[in-house]
Nanobody, 125 residues
Framework: QVQLVESGGGLVQAGGSLRLSCAAS????????IGWFRQAPGKERDFVAA????????KVADSVKDRLIISRDNAKNTVYLQMNSLKPEDTAVYYC??????????????????WGQGTQVTVSS
């Protein structure tokens, strides 16, 4: 079992930045790929970014790849999502999720086993 807790969300003006954190506890953190997803009201949960345990492989959605950096600190059992130049369309609940290590970093919600409760990000225009 892996427990995930997101933090760092909030209200920000368009063009601003936020850094989300995903703190993990439970089983060995470094054995898991950690992903970020977001879900806006009335929409499906969309992939944002993911990173493997060694930081040798990351995957970032095309819609945000120029504005976002994913990183992880295995010593702190934490994954970070730095989001810059935020837009109103980035408004959503952001979730982190974990799946056991595999060769290819997955980008679909069904590939992830453990989920956090989410943190709200609201970008005002």
């Amino acid at each position: 079992q892996v427990q995930l807790v997101e933090s760092g969300g909030g209200l920000v003006q368009a063009g601003g930045s936020l850094r989300l954190s995903c703190a993990a506890s439970g089983r060995t953190f470094s054995n898991y790929i950690i992903g970020w997803f977001r879900q806006a009201p009335g929409k499906e949960r969309d992939f944002v970014a993911a990173i493997n345990w060694s930081r040798s492989a990351t995957k970032v959605a095309d819609s945000v790849k120029d504005r976002l950096i994913i990183s992880r600190d295995n010593a702190k059992n934490t994954v970070y999502l730095q989001m810059n130049s935020l837009k109103p369309e980035d408004t959503a609940v952001y979730y982190c999720a974990a799946t056991p290590q595999r060769l290819i970093v997955p980008a679909t919600p069904n590939d992830y086993t453990y989920w956090g409760q989410g943190t709200q990000v609201t970008v005002s225009s």
